[in-house]
């Protein structure tokens, strides 16, 4: 957006910069650490990243958010981490299970790739993952804002809160579509909106 490449992006929120950026927020997400189930902080109902200091971590590849927010969590709390590698989410919870290391993710991509033998413990003192659109706060195309108004709706929020019906791959227009078919009650208003590529930015699958 930066560059007027896009005009509206899909995004988490901590991303953007909040002076410059409009964000709407359609969906929570948190950190989760991810253990074997015969792991001592598995029981746990939460744990803090003072008390994963001494573990081995593998996180999610450097070009994701979620990596980004890992890192700039774990500075915050003074802690310079012990990072066995990057991986995608479907690979680090097979390392996980095997006791290559533990891992954070976010609590649907555990929810995602989850396996029997694993267990998710909330990360505490951490600010929530807010993921909608954002758009420039000023000169923004009308179609952003009407965009923004469809997304607000109850029945493309169903679709944020449901990552099953994700469309792979996870391009704008087949977005759109999946959005269009969550359900029964969308309104043809919302599926005529003439939304481009251009306009419209999937900021990442995964990795986001």
């Known amino acids: 957006m930066k560059k007027d490449f896009f005009n509206l992006i899909f995004v988490r929120k901590h991303m953007i910069d909040p002076e410059l950026y409009t964000f709407h927020a359609l969906t ?27 573990e081995s971590f593998i996180l999610m590849p450097p070009h994701t958010s979620i990596y980004r927010f ?9 802690i310079h981490p012990q990072l066995l590698r990057t991986a995608r989410a479907e690979s680090i919870v097979s390392a996980v299970e095997i006791g290559e290391g533990i891992s954070l993710l976010t609590e ?29 706060k000023y000169g923004s195309h009308s179609l952003c804002r009407m965009f923004s ?15 099953s019906i994700i469309p792979t791959p996870c391009t704008a227009n087949a977005t759109i579509h999946a959005v269009a078919h969550c359900t029964a009650t969308i309104p043809a208003a919302a599926l005529t909106v003439p939304i481009s590529r251009r306009t419209v930015a999937i900021a990442a699958t995964q990795g986001v």
């Open 28 to 54: 929570e997400d948190r950190l989760v650490a991810v253990f074997p189930e015969a792991h001592p902080s598995a029981s746990k109902k939460s744990v803090s990243l003072s008390e994963l200091k001494k």
């Open 70 to 78: 890992c890192m700039q969590s774990f500075h915050n709390a003074g």
């Open 108 to 136: 649907s991509s555990f929810q995602f790739f989850r396996q029997p033998s694993l267990v998710a413990v909330p990360v505490n003192g951490l600010e929530k993952l807010s993921v909608g659109i954002a758009h420039k």
């Open 149 to 163: 108004a469809v997304c607000e709706k109850p029945y493309v929020r169903y679709f944020f809160y449901n990552p």
